[in-house]
């Protein structure tokens, strides 16, 4: 496995929309899954989709952490990995959260976001099967997040209001929500 790269915006490719899928069985991709998994780790984050390594497909991974204090706010949601092709939203909760996000694609900001509160999303799994998650809370805003990018959707986009990590009280660090920063989280990452 190789961490790869973590693309900005200055590279076109995590502005375009993604390709679906179609072989999952491509020796390719399975390589591409067991490298993001090993990136995500590494940045830390909790969640990376393909197009921040500058593959333009439809994959994305996402792992809650799972220390002592994410297992108890996250139960069982806490230190799952997810590998998800061809990712879609088919439900979502009428009710909407607002939320602090960071991106690893775009280090040292942060944003106000609204999401939706419950998801549920459908996918293969790496090995072709169809799988449906329902995520709610932190991981369905790491889900709506993560799709997003598969649409070339920055959260810079939707979020109501944008800061530098500078900028940041110690008291609003707490309550990050994004996909960077998981090792300093005390209760979330
Ligand atoms: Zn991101």
Sequence with gaps: MTVRTIITPENPVLRKKAHRVTDVSDPKLQTLIDDMVETMIEAPGVGLAAPQVEVSQRVIVVRLPDDEGSVEEYGDQAGVLYTLVNPELVRVSDEVV???????????????????QAVTVQALDRRGKKVRVKAKD?????????????DGVLFIDRATEIWRAAEESAEADDEITG???????KTER
């Excluded at 369905?140 to 990018?149: G, L, N």
Aim: proline content about 3%; some cysteine.
């Design 98 to 116: 607002d939320g602090i996000e960071a991106c690893l694609s775009i280090p040292g900001y942060y944003g106000s976001v609204s999401r939706h």
């Design 138 to 150: 932190w991981l369905a805003r790491v889900f709506q997040h993560e799709i997003d990018h598969l």
């Design 179 to 185: 996909e960077e920063a998981a090792a300093n989280q």
